[in-house]
T-cell receptor
Framework: AQTVTQSQPEMSVQEAETVTLSCTYD???????LFWYKQPPSRQMILVIR??????QNATENRFSVNFQKAAKSFSLKISDSQLGDTAMYFC????????????FGQGTILTVHP | EAQVTQNPRYLITVTGKKLTVTCSQN?????MSWYRQDPGLGLRQIYY???????DKGDVPEGYKVSRKEKRNFPLILESPSPNQTSLYFC?????????????FGPGTRLLVL
């Protein structure tokens, strides 16, 4: 079975600064996907970024980028130029390539951006 | 607009009173699933369905039932709710070819069982 661990229950950052959220996972699979989801106070789950395990290049979406270290089974999220609207719970998630969409989630990290 | 809808959004009930949380998607997705979210545990999959009349257990299926009689609908049934089922519930759907497809989440249903 896969496990996903987010070791930082809470993080804070000043507006316009950069913050990195950590995620590690454990799997014996070779074909898988990794995701970061954002959950603002509205509780809506919003996909931030995803990474295919077979791609060596780190995924980037505007101010959000990942550092994917496959051998170390690490998948951190970097948020640059933090904005007040980035305040949310962030979940790291793992999906097997053949699991028809099942995701295994980490415990979540609450990020607070201070003005 | 592509979306997943859930009803009700908030529900307070008492132990043992059967309830159903509805989920509907308008994207013709094959794959649908239910998750529950609890503090410190993230989201855990309850049940999933790969298509009409095809359902299977996820990681925490005890106390829940599902059905998939139509492609767009995937209701979650609690036959005899208990306080440990107090949680935030999410329905999700994707096109079913694997996790390369984006999963769309509903807005969530907050359930309190007294």
């Amino acid at each position: 079975a896969q496990t996903v661990t987010q070791s930082q229950p809470e993080m804070s950052v000043q507006e316009a600064e950069t913050v990195t959220l950590s995620c590690t996972y454990d799997t014996s699979e070779n074909n898988y996907y990794l995701f970061w989801y954002k959950q603002p106070p509205s509780r809506q789950m919003i996909l931030v970024i995803r990474q295919e395990a077979y791609k060596q290049q780190n995924a980037t979406e505007n101010r959000f980028s990942v550092n994917f270290q496959k051998a170390a089974k690490s998948f951190s999220l970097k948020i640059s130029d933090s904005q007040l609207g980035d305040t949310a719970m962030y979940f790291c998630a793992f999906g097997r390539g053949t699991s028809y969409g099942k995701l295994t989630f980490g415990q979540g990290t609450i990020l607070t951006v201070h003005p | 607009e592509a979306q997943v809808t859930q009803n009700p959004r908030y529900l307070i009930t008492v132990t043992g009173k059967k309830l159903t949380v509805t989920c509907s998607q308008n994207m013709n997705h094959e794959y649908m699933s239910w998750y529950r979210q609890d503090p410190g545990l993230g989201l855990r999959q309850i049940y999933y369905s790969m298509n009409v009349e095809v359902t299977d257990k996820g990681d925490v299926p005890e106390g829940y039932k599902v059905s998939r009689k139509e492609k767009r609908n995937f209701p979650l049934i609690l036959e005899s709710p208990s306080p440990n089922q107090t949680s935030l519930y999410f329905c999700a759907s994707s096109s079913g070819t694997g996790t390369s497809e984006t999963q769309y989440f509903g807005p969530g249903t907050r359930l309190l069982v007294l």
